[in-house]
């Protein structure tokens, strides 16, 4: 059964700094373009940054370039985001995302998402 399991999100400070990890089972991440996304209460669900699976070339939103990197490490089929420099607008669900193809067919699969919440 595929999985995307996400931890460590959590209450942080304005300034302080989170990493949250994602598990992924079931399928074998390298062969998946991987993404975080985030979404707070009464907003839609946005882009964060993705690590592609050919190249691991990675994209951010632009609101939080310079601040999160994502990496992966394939060995574990681990995804990560560290979020440096957190805002309270950083506040919101993080989900993990994995997107690819196989035999022809597309597969998308979603975390159940972890909390990060930032304030003083």
């Known amino acids: 059964q595929v999985r995307l399991v996400e931890s460590g999100g959590g209450v942080v400070q304005p300034g302080g700094s989170l990493r949250l990890s994602c598990a992924a089972s079931?399928?074998?991440?390298?062969?998946?373009?991987m993404s975080w996304y985030r979404q707070a209460p009464g907003m839609e669900r946005d882009l964060v940054a993705q690590i592609t699976s050919f190249t691991g070339g990675t994209n951010y939103a632009d609101s939080v370039k310079g601040r999160f990197t994502i990496s992966r490490d394939n060995a574990k089929n681990m995804v990560y985001l560290q979020m440096n420099n957190l805002k309270p607008e950083d506040t919101a669900v993080y989900y993990c995302y994995a997107k690819g193809a196989r035999l022809g067919r597309q597969y998308e699969y979603w975390g159940q998402g972890t909390q990060v919440t930032v304030s003083s």
């Open positions: 079931g399928f074998t991440a390298s062969m998946y373009h």
